[in-house]
């Protein structure tokens, strides 16, 4: 647990003070989500099936009446009454124990592992919500900025350094934009159910997006030496402890089972004599042993156990392999992000200046409006890139926390 909250502080980015923190939403989610607690009360399940392995085989009684009383030296029987347990080798009930006990465990690392998967859904949904939000505030800008070009166009229109077609094709532009900025609208609504899904919460609850992410200038620190603490790579530990805990029941299974009883039968008087222990009741205490002759079973329970755990290892080193190459992936694409990202601002910096020089000219009556718009075309794409390569940072990077955190 304490190695899940050190993953909770890593994904926090700080954000403006009336901003909904990723960690605090991420906290009431790792409450209120559903899948969540029903892997608790499962756990819960298992550790209360150790409390059942502690028991004993069932008593049996028995009652029994002689229709035909059978005659005895000392009299008629008349009922028979009869008491028998059996009791376990030494050491087979604790053995179960531990067998329930290593299932508990292998159904915790489930825990973790799904708090882990939470924890990752959250941030990503978190970050989706940053990206479309961000989105449509561009295209808002370049909106108005298209209104500006309008405007200017009017007026070039009027001085005859402009024709129609240009203020139609601005407004044909504003047109686009503005359906670009409905279909982003759809998809953070969509993005949103999704988001408050997870903190299990009506669907329509407002999220509050922290207002700016940073791309940061240095490249992070990756300790691959955790991934193999990673939850999914403890569950096969567990999972392998689990047929040991197996096998040594199975050994213990395979010892004979001691019985102890008793025999009570009622014996009548006799009427046509009289002697020492007349109706006297008979009392036999008795011993029984459950010998498993036939034991092929547990060899071959045995044999499965060996197998099943060269299994677990074989997934093991498959999934560590697998965890690997996710890991490798996310690093490299996080290196990405941050090279995109910088070259979308060069690219930025530079459609800027060049829309700057075609505004000027407006003053020596050679404004092409084709051109700019062309040039605030290319302002938009590179300002949507940049957007789009800060949350792939923080996508990969809330992989790299999945894994090695």
Known sequence: MKRLYIFLLTVLICG???????????????????????????????????????????????????????????????????????????????????????????????????????????????????????????????????????????????????????????????????????????????????????LNRDKATTVIIESEFLMPTDDEFVNSSNLVLHPELLKYDKLYNSVSQTELLNQKESNPMLGFGLDYIGVSERTDADFIDNGKNIIMPMLSLSIPIFNKKYKSKSKQNELIQQEILAQKEGRLNKLESLLDKAVKSSNSAQISYNTQTKNLKQAKDAEAILLKNYETGTIDFEDILDIQELELKFQMNQIESIKNYYLQQTIINYLTN
Do not use: C, W
């Open 16 to 198: 403006i003070s009336n901003a909904q923190k990723l960690d605090l939403l991420i906290e009431e989610a790792l409450i209120k989500n559903p899948e969540i607690q029903a892997f608790e009360l499962k756990y819960q399940v298992a550790t209360e099936k150790v409390n059942e392995a502690n028991t004993l085989p069932n008593t049996q009684l028995g009652v029994g009446y002689f229709a035909s009383e059978p005659e005895t030296r000392t009299g008629p029987q008349r009922f028979k009454i009869s008491a028998k347990q059996m009791l376990p080798f030494f050491g087979a009930i604790t053995a179960r124990e531990n067998y329930l006990n290593s299932l508990a465990d292998a159904l915790y690392e489930d825990i973790a592992i799904a708090k882990r998967r939470l924890v990752a859904s959250v941030s990503r949904s978190y970050y989706n919500l940053y990206a479309l939000n961000e989105k449509q505030v561009v295209l808002a800008q370049n909106f108005q900025l298209l209104k500006t070009h309008e405007a200017l166009a009017l007026s070039a229109v009027e001085v005859g350094k402009a024709s129609a077609v240009d203020v139609l094709r601005i407004q044909m532009r504003q047109n686009e934009l503005e359906q670009m900025k409905q279909v982003l609208g759809q998809d953070y609504l969509a993005e949103r159910t999704n988001f408050n899904k997870l």
